[in-house]
């Protein structure tokens, strides 16, 4: 699937609707990502970002639309659970949701059991320590429990677990969230390097101007129940959208802005 420029689309969401009681997360909401970018998605706390991404990965049935993913169909009845669709994507949940009662190397290999139950202890062993070091953690951390290690190093982990099945797409939901600034800026230093190497896109769910200015290549804005802007930030900063204009020339947006210029 190709855009009207050329691009070639890997996520495509046409007029999604979502609701809980009566409440409309969202209404008409259109969202294309293309291959190869990271999309950074913004918007106000509870505008819909985390359950956008898991309608976009098949968790949460919307009322209404249409999504494809990787030029499937994820609402066909067919293709819902598909494994084939599924393993072509790695999920690092908001608040990263290591299993704690098992040590890192065994978390990364939970979805790898799930997909390809056969593998020999040693190639999970293997694969694991791969994930491990590809993650920017040190050897020793495939041993340890999720308890033993640091914020940074939790969400490596989780990083560690996303990439498992050697997914094209990666879904990141507020990754840097609860890091320092450095740890913050480490991670997303990883993203790029990870989308560089291994040629992935990636939906990146994010509160951090930094993050936006430092590895986006395009940002996506959730207001008013749909996306009401998508573009790089030069475009968006034309916008006379209230919460668009608060966001990124605000204090805190200009500081990002500046903090870009000076490096
Ligand atoms: N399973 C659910 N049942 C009912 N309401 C939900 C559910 N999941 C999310 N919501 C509500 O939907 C809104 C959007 O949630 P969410 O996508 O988590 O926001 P955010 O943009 O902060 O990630 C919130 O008001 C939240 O309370
Ligand atoms: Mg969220």
Redesign the pocket.
């Known amino acids: 699937m190709r855009d009207g420029q050329g691009h070639e689309i890997v996520i495509s969401v046409r007029g999604l609707r979502n609701q809980f009681g009566k409440q409309v997360i969202h209404e008409n909401l259109d969202l294309d990502v293309r291959r190869g970018e990271i999309l950074g998605v913004v918007g106000g706390s509870g505008t819909g ?2 359950v956008l991404m898991r309608s976009i990965i098949g968790l949460q049935r919307p009322d209404a639309g249409e999504i494809h993913v990787l030029d499937e169909n994820l609402l066909d009845r067919d293709t819902v659970g598909d494994d084939e669709v599924r393993r072509r994507w790695g999920v690092l949940f ?1 608040g990263g949701a290591l299993f704690s009662t098992l040590t890192v190397a065994e978390n990364i290999q939970v979805p790898m059991h799930e997909f390809y139950p056969g593998l020999s202890a040693n190639l999970l062993d293997e694969i694991a320590r791969t994930k491990v070091h590809l993650s920017g953690l040190f050897p020793e951390a495939g041993a340890k429990y999720p308890s033993e290690l640091s914020g940074g190093m939790k969400k490596r982990a989780g990083l560690a677990r996303a990439l498992a099945m050697d997914p094209e797409l990666l879904f990141l ?2 990754p840097t969230a609860g890091l320092d600034p450095i740890g913050a800026a480490k991670f997303d230093e990883l993203t790029r390097d990870l989308k560089e190497t291994l040629g992935l896109t990636v939906f990146l ?1 994010t509160h951090d101007l930094d993050t936006l200015h430092a590895i986006c290549d395009r940002v996506a804005v959730l207001a008013d129940r749909r996306v009401i802007a998508i573009g790089k930030i030069d475009e968006l900063l034309t916008s006379d959208h209230p919460w668009i204009k608060e966001y990124f020339s605000g204090p805190r947006g200009r500081a990002a802005d500046r903090g870009r210029a000076g490096q």
């Open positions: 970002k985390s908001q939901d507020e769910i």
